[in-house]
């Protein structure tokens, strides 16, 4: 029996008609074309899935069903940049520090980056190697991505 979910992602509102199993994940790539959070582990491992929902990082591979899903408001990579084009601090971040390999992953450490200092613009080193250890990288190492994480909560802070 089809089941209806919906749900506003960045900001606009979708209706989805979907079996009512789905992943937050599945609901992002394959009903709504939006493609920046991975399937890495499929199981809540990795955070190459990561999105922002009130204000959390979350891994959407792991929200699955009708009664979590219906109502969510969900921010993903594809809201982060301004409507010009120009980047979000954070992912501007990413590039000048050279954080970006295959990429794969990158989509996830930005949103559990976004989550954290949208929450908290001063996170200390601490928090944010706490927020950092929820997500893996396969190929770029973890030094380019500390850096970026520093640099973006730099300008963060000097843009105010
Ligand atoms: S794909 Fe969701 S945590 Fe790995
Ligand atoms: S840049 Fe390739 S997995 Fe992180």
Known sequence: M???????VNGIGHTVTCTGKESLLDILRDYLDLTGAKEGCGYGACGSCTVVVKGEAVKSCTL??????DGLDVVTIEGLAHRDGTLHPI????????AVQCGFCTPGFIMRLYALFARNPGASDDDIKEALSENLCRCSGYEAIWEAALLARERLNAAG
Do not use: H, N
């Open 2 to 8: 089809p089941e209806t979910i919906s749900l506003r």
């Open 64 to 69: 699955r069903g009708k009664d979590k899903l």
């Open 91 to 98: 992912q501007q971040a990413f590039l000048d520090a050279g």
